[in-house]
């Protein structure tokens, strides 16, 4: 059953070492992500589960290998299979928190912890199907989910400026600070694609994950547009027996 969730974006220069004079930058968004895994730490999950996207869709082990060699950082954590960029800053926000990699009051030990890997063109039926397995892999399961919103905010964006690109961030913004998990279900993967969002896949193996489920808390914690890309950080969580509304 799904008890929590944290929505993060996974750009390499998150992690200061790969943005280097331009770190302070994203220094809120860090901030903010590192709320996010905390309340995800908080909710005393049995299980973790980092799902982002990637080139084909796949399950890796605790022992995967997240590194950030690739963008220059000679970072590497794991003797595994290679974890595509969405998982390992995952693993990095996981390593910063420390909580959810049983060094702290969650006590979920790294053999506790999965990573998730959803192709990037999966379907909006395959990726809800996901996320219901994932929600019952164990008794007490959070998702970290990484997933960048799209990348046409600007004329300077690496797709360059789209007039639809707004309001999609506005939707998804709207949907991740709601749970609503139809909103997210009913994303369009073409015109995801077409405005170049790396977290579409991910975000509705997230509403897979969490349909059927009593309506959860949520929040937006950030929003910010850089380099014309959209990061969205939220938070979910379940409400304790007896905090639900009636």
């Given at each position: 059953?799904?008890?929590?969730?944290?929505?993060?974006?996974?750009?390499?220069?998150?992690?200061?070492?790969?943005?280097?004079?331009?770190?302070?930058?994203?220094?809120?968004?860090?901030?903010?992500?590192?709320?996010?895994?905390?309340?995800?730490?908080?909710?005393?999950?049995?299980?973790?589960?980092?799902?982002?996207?990637?080139?084909?869709?796949?399950?890796?082990?605790?022992?995967?290998?997240?590194?950030?060699?690739?963008?220059?950082?000679?970072?590497?954590?794991?003797?595994?299979?290679?974890?595509?960029?969405?998982?390992?800053?995952?693993?990095w926000l996981l390593t910063?928190?420390?909580?959810?990699?049983?060094?702290?009051?969650?006590?979920?030990?790294?053999?506790g912890v999965r990573y998730?890997?959803?192709?990037?063109?999966?379907?909006?039926?395959?990726?809800?199907?996901?996320?219901?397995?994932?929600?019952?892999?164990?008794?007490?399961?959070?998702?970290?989910?990484?997933?960048?919103?799209?990348?046409?905010?600007?004329?300077?964006?690496?797709?360059?400026?789209?007039?639809?690109?707004?309001?999609?961030?506005?939707?998804?913004?709207?949907?991740?600070?709601?749970?609503?998990?139809a909103a997210l279900a009913?994303?369009?993967?073409?015109?995801?694609?077409?405005?170049?969002?790396?977290?579409?896949?991910?975000?509705?193996?997230?509403?897979?994950?969490?349909?059927?489920?009593?309506?959860?808390?949520?929040?937006?914690?950030?929003?910010?547009?850089?380099?014309?890309?959209?990061?969205?950080?939220?938070?979910?969580?379940?409400?304790?027996?007896?905090?639900?509304?009636?």
């Amino acid at each position: 059953m799904l008890i929590s969730a944290a929505v993060c974006p996974h750009p390499p220069v998150l992690v200061p070492e790969a943005a280097g004079e331009a770190a302070p930058e994203l220094d809120a968004m860090r901030a903010a992500c590192d709320e996010a895994v905390r309340r995800l730490g908080a909710s005393r999950p049995d299980a973790v589960v980092v799902v982002g996207g990637g080139p084909e869709t796949r399950a890796y082990g605790g022992e995967a290998t997240a590194t950030l060699r690739p963008y220059g950082l000679d970072l590497v954590w794991g003797s595994g299979p290679d974890l595509p960029l969405s998982l390992t800053i995952g693993h990095w926000l996981l390593t910063r928190d420390g909580t959810l990699l049983g060094q702290g009051t969650s006590e979920v030990q790294p053999e506790g912890v999965r990573y998730q890997s959803v192709a990037f063109d999966a379907t909006p039926d395959e990726c809800l199907r996901l996320g219901r397995e994932l929600a019952g892999c164990a008794p007490h399961v959070a998702l970290l989910v990484m997933g960048d919103g799209t990348a046409c905010l600007s004329e300077k964006a690496p797709g360059s400026l789209d007039e639809r690109a707004a309001g999609y961030e506005d939707a998804v913004a709207q949907a991740l600070g709601r749970a609503d998990t139809a909103a997210l279900a009913g994303l369009d993967p073409e015109v995801s694609r077409q405005l170049q969002v790396a977290g579409r896949a991910a975000w509705q193996v997230l509403a897979g994950a969490a349909v059927g489920a009593n309506r959860f808390e949520a929040g937006l914690l950030a929003r910010e547009e850089p380099y014309g890309v959209g990061y969205l950080v939220a938070s979910w969580r379940r409400p304790e027996r007896g905090q639900e509304a009636g």
